[in-house]
Nanobody
């Protein structure tokens, strides 16, 4: 059974940093693409960033470009999201997702999803 589990969320002051992790189990994800998404209260879920199977290609939403960094450790079946210079508008539940091998990164086509971790940024 495939399971994605996020961790690392919490409460942080504006300008601070958090590092989210997403650990996968149930199969090997080394050939999968990964993505991070977020959903703020009263808003639709939105794309944050994605990374291809090798880690060599990434795609960032404009709102986080230059502040967030995605990385992956295939040996650990884990993907990370380093979030720096956090803003109150980054407050949301953050979800990781995995996509079966595809030619291109996607902003909306994922096969497995985690349950989410809350990130709250206060000013």
């Amino acid at each position: 059974q495939v399971q994605l589990v996020e961790s690392g969320g919490g409460l942080v002051q504006a300008g601070g940093s958090l590092r989210l992790s997403c650990a996968a189990s149930g199969r090997t994800f080394s050939s999968y693409n990964w993505g991070w998404f977020r959903q703020a209260p009263g808003k639709e879920r939105e794309f944050v960033v994605s990374i291809n199977w090798s880690g060599g290609i990434t795609d960032y939403a404009n709102s986080v470009k230059g502040r967030f960094t995605i990385s992956r450790d295939n040996a650990k079946n884990t993907v990370y999201l380093q979030m720096n210079s956090l803003k109150p508008e980054d407050t949301a539940v953050y979800y990781c997702a995995a996509a079966r091998p595809r030619e291109r990164l996607s902003r909306d086509d994922y096969d497995y999803w985690g349950q989410g971790t809350q990130v709250t940024v206060v000013s």
